[in-house]
Every structure is written in structure tokens, then in C-alpha cells.
């Protein structure tokens, strides 16, 4: 089996400092990561996602996340925050082999203050 | 916009009535996802179809609710005898074949069970 830990339910964070969303996950396979963006009252939008390769991967909007094996992890970064970034933000996992469904984590709410 | 579409996007019903709602994914996708989301929580995955197979059910998906994708495009969800703790948003999403291909969801549809 597999899980997603998101261990902050709420971020809050000024405008233009720097933010780390942290993400765990628990798989004995090889798997497949993603962040998701849902902004209110949306559907959910991909950030980045990392398959293979390098471990620091890029996503839209400035962020970017670093794919660690050794402790599981698949954090997710920006280095200055915008109002606009206020939103859910939800890490998942797919299995690496013939995985059909994501499994999302319990979502990190980013609140952005000015 | 040939982005995954959901309709109603929101429902209101009395318990005990039925509800169906309405997914039309990317056209070349064949992959087709139900989640559901409720307040404050990560989507859960509900079904999955690979053209018009269904081919997974997760145990949340009770012998009241239905899924269809009969001719491998569009798809419905249907609720039979609703109950208030099916309340929710029901989140469809799509995906071209193989592991590790992007999802991508719809707006979702709210339903509320007064």
C-alpha cells in the first residue's frame, strides 16, 4: 500500500518570502510524483510532476520541487510568494507499473498575507 | 476549451432522490477517473475506466453508485437514494494511456444532500 503525508495543513506566509510545502510518501515500488494546485471553488491543476531524471524538477508559476529517494520526500518550493499562490495545494503518487489511480496527501492550504 | 467538462456543477437535492452527473474528458484521452472530494480533504479516488471498460472500483464506491462510460467518451456518475454523506465534489479526470501521464480534471461537480 501506498500514502501520501502532507504534514502542514496550513501555511501562512508573507507576500515575496520563501515557501516550502513538505510531502512524504510511503511506497516499497518505484512511483511517480505530482503537485497539484486547486485554487477555490476549482478543479485541480498540475504544477509539476516527476517521472525520472533529474531530482529537481520545475513547475509553473515559479515553483519547483526536488524528488528525494532516500527520505521519501517530494517538497515543494518557491523562493517569493504572491498573493495570487494562496490556495490548496495537494502532492500525489502513482504507482511506477501499471498504476491506474493517483493517491492524493490531505492537501497543505497556503494562505499568502500582504 | 477542450478541457474536461462537468456538468451540473452544482447540485442541490432532497435525500433520498437520485442524481447523475455528466463528464466529457479530453477527446484523445481514454483513460477516465472519478474522484470525490469533500471539505478540507485530498480527492479520493472513486473508478476508473480505459475506454468504456470500467476497470477498478474503490470500496468507497457503495452498490448506490454507478459509473458508465458506454462508449468510451463521455461519462456519468449516478447516485441512487442520496444520502447527506454523499454531499460532496465529484471531481472527473482524464489521461492519455501509460504510467505516469498527467491527469486532468474537470471543474467537478458540487453536490449537497439537504
Known amino acids: 500500500a501506498q500514502s501520501v503525508t502532507q504534514l502542514d495543513s496550513q501555511v501562512p506566509v508573507f507576500e515575496e518570502a520563501p515557501v516550502e510545502l513538505r510531502c512524504n510518501y510511503s511506497s516499497s515500488v518505484s512511483v511517480y510524483l505530482f503537485w497539484y494546485v486547486q485554487y477555490p471553488n476549482q478543479g485541480l491543476q498540475l504544477l509539476l510532476k516527476y517521472l525520472s531524471g533529474s531530482t529537481l524538477v520545475k513547475g509553473i508559476n515559479g515553483f519547483e520541487a526536488e524528488f528525494n529517494k532516500s527520505q521519501t520526500s517530494f517538497h515543494l518550493r518557491k523562493p517569493s510568494v504572491h498573493i495570487s499562490d494562496t490556495a490548496e495545494y495537494f502532492c500525489?503518487?502513482?504507482?511506477?507499473?501499471?498504476?491506474?489511480?493517483?493517491?492524493f496527501g490531505p492537501g497543505t492550504r497556503l494562505s499568502v498575507l500582504p | 476549451d477542450t478541457g474536461v467538462s462537468q456538468n451540473p456543477r452544482h447540485k442541490i437535492t432532497k435525500r433520498g432522490q437520485n442524481v447523475t452527473f455528466r463528464c466529457d474528458p479530453i477527446s484523445e484521452h481514454n483513460r477516465l477517473y472519478w474522484y470525490r472530494q469533500t471539505l478540507g480533504q485530498g480527492p479520493e479516488f472513486l473508478t476508473y475506466f480505459q475506454n468504456e471498460a470500467q476497470l477498478e472500483k474503490s470500496r468507497l464506491l457503495s452498490d448506490r453508485f454507478s459509473a458508465e462510460r458506454p462508449k468510451g467518451s463521455f461519462s456519468t456518475l449516478e447516485i441512487q437514494r442520496t444520502e447527506q454523506g454523499d454531499s460532496a465534489m465529484y471531481l472527473c479526470a482524464s489521461s492519455l494511456d501509460g504510467s505516469g501521464n498527467t491527469i486532468y480534471f474537470g471543474e467537478g461537480s458540487w453536490l449537497t444532500v439537504v
Open positions: 500525489a503518487v502513482i504507482l511506477g507499473n501499471y498504476g491506474q489511480n493517483f493517491v
